[in-house]
């Protein structure tokens, strides 16, 4: 698939809030910090079409962005999150399952995963509970050009194994660099196969 155009299409709090056209969503996660943004900018072609920050926690929103007028990319806030308050935490996490749980259209929902260390604790928890509740979901390893191709390699099999613990059918998964663009054709054709 070829994105030749990505528009922002709006925030909102909630599901129900969200841009009123019924086209399919592909939702984008991950902890604080992951490097979701940068992913997003790079599969779009468009270096500022997300927010990035170097500081964690930047998405506060649920971000709808309109691809080629035939489907949503959906930035969603990240989970763990970075230096906020208990309250706004609480929000935070109550605005992410509510969309997750209640947006009929969300077609599957990316879980970002950092490459470079071990899947973390609160990942696989995050994963579970998307298995509980059925949510269609892909996990792609983010900041794969900061590992040799053996060493990425060797992480995401690594990773796979502390997931078997949890799951006997492993996801869809894909290594990706917004640095280098590795990763991108593999998500765009993986999104193109449900359009």
């Given at each position: 698939m070829r994105i030749s155009e990505a528009k922002f299409a709006g925030s909102s709090a909630k599901a129900a809030n969200k841009p009123s056209r019924k086209l399919p969503e592909f939702a984008f996660i991950g902890r604080s910090n992951v490097g979701k943004s940068s992913l997003i900018n790079m599969l779009c072609g468009n270096r500022k079409l997300a927010k990035t920050s170097s500081?964690?926690?930047?998405?506060k929103l649920i971000n709808h962005f309109?691809?080629?007028?035939?489907?949503?990319?959906?930035?969603?806030?990240?989970?763990?999150?970075a230096k906020v308050s208990k309250n706004e935490?609480?929000?935070?996490?109550?605005?992410?399952?509510?969309?997750?749980l209640n947006s009929g259209e969300m077609v599957s929902l990316f879980t970002l995963v950092d490459s470079r260390h071990d899947i973390?604790?609160?990942?696989?928890?995050?994963?579970?509970?998307?298995?509980?509740n059925g949510i269609p979901f892909a996990i792609i390893f983010t900041k794969g050009d900061k590992l040799g191709p053996n060493a990425l390699k060797a992480q995401i099999e690594r990773d796979k194994e502390i997931l078997s613990e949890?799951?006997?059918?492993?996801?869809p998964m894909f290594a990706s660099s917004a640095e280098t663009g590795m990763g991108r054709d593999e998500i765009l054709d993986y999104i193109e196969q449900y359009i």
């Open positions: 500081t964690p926690g930047k998405t309109i691809i080629n007028d035939s489907w949503y990319l959906v930035d969603l806030p990240g989970y763990g999150f935490r609480e929000a935070l996490r109550k605005m992410i399952s509510d969309y997750i973390q604790k609160i990942d696989i928890e995050f994963l579970s509970w998307l298995g509980e949890w799951w006997e059918e492993m996801p």
